[in-house]
């Protein structure tokens, strides 16, 4: 197993654990508090700080700034928390804050795509093979699911939903949750159609989307209310578990859905 490679210039607490493997560049700052998995990656200027859990092979570029504390103003300077799963990219300047209580936590999940400048607030929740584009912004408590892409320069106002394979076009403001396999694109954001194209990417069959498309018609195109448009959906397009994931969805949703 590979030894770890630390440039003479970062500064690493003693308090900090990093796994094997592990390459931390020239200037980069790894604070009390964090643990780092196997074989990570830090460039240069990287800024670390914990409490913080990160697993294995997660690369982090210039000038990251990951694990500070909330900016929420209710902060009260106790312990709070991150946790980073494996194999992410974090990009040039991207900023992740810990939760603002400690009985909360911040979670990013693993396989994610973070470009340059994206933000994630307190106590967000980031699912599984994500992709931020440059500038995506969540306030706090927001949750995206597998596989959503966040646009360029999108927005996500705190406590809203992005669900799994759901894609925000850049430069939108969303304000409202996102249902499963959705676009939302605007300012403020409307549901323009499905994701097909990412769907078919991960090998999605037509006769797999037809029910999705159906249920998109009859939620956004037939005129309906959301109440009649789910009943509808249940009596017209039958009972797939991705039909069923945008039911449920919809059903828990506190801030309503973008129409």
């Known amino acids: 197993m590979s030894e770890l490679q630390i440039h003479p210039t970062a500064i690493i607490d003693p308090a900090a654990q990093l796994g094997a493997g592990t390459v931390v560049g020239p200037y980069c700052i790894v604070a009390a508090g964090v643990s780092l998995g196997e074989n990570c990656w830090l460039q240069h200027h990287v800024t670390l700080d914990g409490p913080l859990i990160a697993g294995r092979g997660n690369k982090f570029y210039a000038y990251c700034s990951i694990g500070q504390q909330t900016?929420?103003?209710?902060?009260?300077?106790?312990?709070?928390?991150l946790e980073i799963g494996n194999e992410n990219c974090f990009r040039e300047f991207v900023?992740?804050?810990r939760s603002t209580l400690d009985s909360g936590k911040t979670r990013v999940g693993s396989g994610g795509n973070f470009l340059a400048y994206s933000h994630i607030g307190h106590d967000c929740t980031v699912g599984d093979f994500v992709i931020f584009s440059n500038n995506g912004t969540l306030a706090g408590h927001v949750q995206v699911s597998d596989h959503a892409v966040i646009g360029g320069l999108t927005a996500v106002h705190q406590f809203c939903?992005?669900?799994?394979?759901?894609i925000t076009g850049g430069c939108s403001k969303i304000v409202q949750d996102v249902p499963p396999f959705m676009i939302a694109d605007g300012n403020p954001a409307m549901v323009r159609g499905i994701n097909q194209v990412g769907l078919e990417r991960h090998g999605?069959?037509?006769?797999?989307?037809?029910?999705?498309?159906?249920a998109f018609r009859l939620i956004y195109r037939a005129k309906m209310n959301t109440g009649q448009a789910l009943e509808a959906v249940r009596e017209k397009v039958g009972a797939s578990e991705d039909v069923r994931s945008i039911l449920r969805f919809i059903a828990e949703s506190e801030r309503g859905i973008i129409r």
């Open 71 to 81: 900016q929420d103003l209710k902060y009260r300077g106790e312990p709070t928390y």
């Open 95 to 97: 900023t992740i804050n």
């Open 161 to 166: 939903r992005i669900g799994r394979f759901a």
């Open 204 to 214: 999605y069959s037509p006769e797999r989307i037809k029910p999705i498309k159906e």
